[in-house]
Nanobody, 117 residues
Framework: QVELSEAGGGLAQPGGSLSLSCAAL????????MGWYRQAPGKQRELVAR???????SYADSVKGRFTISRDNSKNTVWLQMNNLKPEDTAVYYC???????????WGQGTQVTVSS
């Protein structure tokens, strides 16, 4: 199994930055595709960014050029650097791990990101 622990959510002003981290407890992440999702009130959960075990990344159009996903398998940690934040980025952000061999999804508890002036 993979237990994911998230940190870094909080309040930011428009144009500001936040960095989210996701640490795997008791498991290695080398064989997992990692992703960040977000869900705003009344909205469906949407994919924000993902990164493969080899470091290939992809982003939602709404965050391209502003967000960066990265990983360090030796530290069992994934990050989401969020720059130039907009009020529309306000949501609960969730870390996701997908096991290539087990084909199982694991989710973090979520961390609130609020962008407001």
């Amino acid at each position: 199994q993979v237990e994911l622990s998230e940190a870094g959510g909080g309040l930011a002003q428009p144009g500001g930055s936040l960095s989210l981290s996701c640490a795997a407890l008791g498991n290695m992440l080398a064989m997992y595709v990692m992703g960040w999702y977000r869900q705003a009130p009344g909205k469906q959960r949407e994919l924000v960014a993902r990164i493969t075990s080899g470091g290939s990344t992809s982003y939602a159009d709404s965050v391209k050029g502003r967000f960066t996903i990265s990983r360090d398998n030796s530290k069992n940690t994934v990050w989401l650097q969020m720059n130039n934040l907009k009020p529309e980025d306000t949501a609960v952000y969730y870390c996701n791990a997908y096991g290539l061999q087990s084909r199982l999804d694991y989710w973090g508890q979520g961390t609130q990101v609020t962008v407001s002036s």
